[in-house]
């Protein structure tokens, strides 16, 4: 992505294809990885890291806002979880036509193992920044993070 980027091109345009093309290739090691020593997908991993913060469980709609995707997607990677019995759905008492979504004990053991991984991969990932260069991307990340949060309010 960055090789679209020359000296001609704006300053900001260079380092959002550099943001870009940070974050693709670390997501892209994060993913193989998963598939390859946990056979699981990203897509997967997430929904289930979603469920891990919620012990009670999660609406199949509230599942598809926090993961910002189609509720039809969710239905797939729910199905998916519950045939390997990594997730349960339960019918909810107020409306029979709506489900929560929950770990099962294997789906927390199997979650814990993945997310102990996935920690040390994104520590090794980040290792070329010193912890004081993180610290500080963090900082300058969650600048643009408000700024750009404000500029989407604005109307064109």
């Known amino acids: 992505m960055e090789v679209r980027a020359h000296a001609d091109h704006h300053a900001s345009l260079r380092l959002w294809l550099r943001l870009l093309s940070a974050t693709t290739r670390i997501e892209d090691t994060i993913r193989q990885r998963l598939r390859e020593q946990f056979g699981i997908t990203l897509p997967r991993f997430d929904l289930m890291a979603q469920l891990e913060r919620e012990p009670q469980g999660l609406s ?11 509720g039809g997607n969710v239905t797939a990677i ?12 339960q019918m909810q008492a107020s409306d029979r ?26 520590v090794e990932l980040l290792s ?27 109307k064109p």
């Open 78 to 89: 729910v199905d998916q979880l519950e045939k390997e019995q990594l997730v349960q759905r």
């Open 128 to 154: 070329p920044l010193a912890e004081r260069e993180q610290t500080q991307l963090h900082t300058l990340l969650g600048t643009l993070k408000s700024g750009t949060s404000t500029h989407s309010k604005e």
């Open 97 to 122: 036509r709506s489900y929560t979504v929950s770990l099962t004990e294997a789906g927390r053991s199997a979650f814990a193992a993945m997310a102990q991984a996935h920690e040390g991969w994104v």
């Open 60 to 70: 199949m709609s509230e599942l598809s806002r926090r993961m910002m995707v189609t």
